[in-house]
């Protein structure tokens, strides 16, 4: 790339880009270490060697990678993958070492992307450098951001000693303690119900990166990636959500009202043994000390979020990916309610968030105008005044549900139908300027 292409605004847009991700996670990798614990960068390291703990996710990643790539390509690369970790657990077999803290496969894919990597930078050259590249650059980049939140979940559990769920739970009043019903709900379908839904909870990068490939079929015929994808929401998502934590720190009604999520261990730490059978009394709430392990992820819940661009970005799909999309919504945020890990009020300041978000990158996308600026104006200052409220309005939230109840369900609704109806025009002003300009008829 000569110098006039670093010249260009865009040029020098990704590269500023690129150094600020490298130091915000040499920044988090620092502040893992002081913690005692490995951060994102020597998690993603050692699974070149160790057993990986995001085995599943390292073979989503080599699959987005190899959008970039032929049907020759890909069945090569697939089968490398597979025959590398079939080596690694040949040799782990022999010497005896077993993949207890991780899965058996998954160094496979991850030498693949890295290799991809090397063939780009000593074998392409122009274009076909930098697609490949690219490449490469969403699958590692999907696992990296797991890694990163990971290591932003280890930080809200170190330097938040206080959580506020009791304020939570109380303005969850006002939408009927969803948890608590649809906790019972959950326990009544047995273990089969349960097991379903942890799953669906478990593998959400797993079905974005479907709803990503589909989006993504045609790059390795265009040469390049569309302008806007889902990965891109993703990985936003996955690294500013987590800075709200911070500012917000709640671990759930199953760890603050209920023995916690594997066991009875988190009782010591509860305000009472209440989830998901009584819901919690109406008082003045107040910040409550809870342990230094337990993540503080629950507003927004990032889940919902997650969930809420995946079914968005489906709506362009087919029949089957749009039914998939619509039932991974309802499945996860099933599965949030039902298992304790939030209350109603995350699920609302989540999915205000994932379209907020959503709004800004489309906006990004096509330049920012009039109408992107104010969606994502009433976006952010709906998700601000929701935070607000659950902080300092929560007694009057639980004792006035009628009026909050319905408050906090408009505002959801005026950002989604914000979105809806502005994107509907960005959509059609851009499949009128698509259209051929008619021509002069013949004399």
């Not at 990068?205 to 589909?214: E, G, I, P, Q, S």
Request: aromatic share 12%; net charge positive.
């Amino acid at each position: 790339m000569g110098f006039a292409a670093w010249r260009r605004p865009r040029a020098i847009l990704w590269a500023a880009v690129g150094v600020a991700a490298l130091g915000f996670l040499i920044a988090l990798e620092i502040a893992a270490r002081g913690y005692g614990q490995p951060g994102p960068l020597t998690d993603q390291a050692r699974e070149v060697i160790f057993a990986p703990k995001s085995g599943p996710l390292l073979y989503a990643g080599m699959a987005l990678m190899m959008v970039v790539l032929t049907w020759r390509q890909r069945f090569i690369a697939a089968g490398v993958a597979i025959g590398i970790d079939v080596v690694f657990v040949l040799v782990r077999w022999v010497i005896g070492v077993k993949a207890t803290e991780g899965h058996p496969f998954g160094n496979g894919a991850l030498w693949v992307m890295l290799g991809c990597a090397v063939i780009a930078l000593t074998r392409r050259t122009g274009a076909e450098r930098a697609l490949l590249l690219k490449g490469v650059g969403l699958g590692l980049l999907l696992v990296t951001g797991r890694k990163t939140g990971d290591t932003w979940l280890l930080i809200t559990s170190r330097t938040r000693p206080s959580v506020l769920d009791q304020y939570v739970a109380t303005a969850d009043h006002a939408l009927g303690n969803p948890s608590w019903l649809v906790g019972r709900i959950v326990g009544a379908t047995g273990p089969i119900g349960a097991h379903l839904l942890d799953y669906i909870y478990a593998q959400l990068a797993v079905a974005a990166v479907v709803v990503a490939l589909y989006q993504l079929r045609d790059v390795a015929v265009e040469r390049r990636f569309p302008s806007h994808h889902l990965v891109r929401t993703f990985l936003v998502i996955g690294l500013v959500g987590p800075g709200i934590y911070m500012i917000f720190p709640v671990v759930g009604p199953v760890f603050a009202y209920g023995p916690g999520a594997f066991g009875t261990g988190g009782l010591h730490w509860a305000v009472a043994d209440l989830w998901p059978h009584t819901p919690p009394p109406i008082s003045s709430p107040h910040p409550i000390a809870y342990d230094g392990i337990t993540p503080r992820n629950c507003m927004p819940s990032l889940h919902t979020a997650w969930a809420t661009t995946i079914f968005i970005h489906s709506r362009k799909g087919p029949r089957i990916l749009r039914f998939a999309g619509t039932f991974w919504l309802v499945a996860t945020l099933t599965a949030t309610l039902g298992f304790g890990y939030h209350y109603g009020v995350d699920l609302v300041a989540g999915l205000v968030f994932a379209f907020t978000v959503e709004a800004a990158l489309r906006s990004l996308d096509r330049g920012w105008d009039r109408s992107g600026i104010q969606l994502v104006l009433h976006g952010a200052t709906v998700f601000a005044a929701l935070l607000v409220s659950y902080r300092f309005l929560p007694v009057e939230m639980a004792r006035y549900p009628w009026v909050f109840g319905p408050l906090l369900l408009l505002a959801m609704a005026s950002v989604v139908y914000g979105y809806l109806r502005t994107t509907k025009q960005w959509d059609s002003k851009a499949a009128t300027a698509r259209l051929p300009e008619p021509q002069p008829a013949l004399a």
